[in-house]
């Protein structure tokens, strides 16, 4: 399992949400593994969106550059869930960014969970748009009450 963050450290924004937090937890418990957290948006100088690739990746620093190895840790799951702020933009080039860069054939294990994510206010069509674009690409979209 892998959890991908980016807002300031410290902020309430860094943490995870109680429920999700929990849930992970358990998960971590039952399984006797340890989740994969993946932090990004640490250097000042470049926007970090997704959390694969910084928008402009710079040689100063190798972790705005496209993280390699946690993509190759995706390839082995069954299924990938979706969920996060904001749909509009982080969890948009996020998911772009893995649907790119693993191809089409993955993106059908893509379940985007709908009432767990938000658009930036005024920004709520570039989401729907992202959604519409990724189910015509294949992906699932449920509400997370109905995920077993």
């Known amino acids: 399992m ?9 902020s309430w ?15 971590e418990k039952e399984t006797k593994k340890t989740v994969n957290y993946c932090p990004k948006g640490d250097f000042y100088l470049s926007e970090h969106y997704g959390a694969f ?4 990746p710079s040689l100063e620093d190798p972790n705005t550059m496209l993280n390699k190895p946690f993509l190759e840790t995706l390839k082995e799951a069954d299924e990938l869930l979706i ?3 904001a749909l509009s933009h982080c969890v948009k080039s996020t998911v772009e960014q893995i649907a790119d860069n693993l191809g089409e054939d993955y993106i059908k294990k893509f379940i ?13 069509k570039n989401g729907i748009d992202f959604i519409n674009v990724m189910v015509s690409r294949g992906m699932k979209v449920i509400k997370s009450t109905d995920y077993v």
């Open 2 to 10: 892998g959890v991908c963050q980016h807002t300031i450290v410290g």
């Open 13 to 27: 924004g860094y943490s995870i949400y109680p429920s999700v937090s929990d849930a992970i937890i358990k998960w």
């Open 53 to 56: 690739e910084a928008e402009v």
């Open 83 to 85: 969920s996060g702020e």
């Open 112 to 124: 985007f969970l709908e009432d767990t994510s938000s658009s930036v206010n005024g920004f709520e």
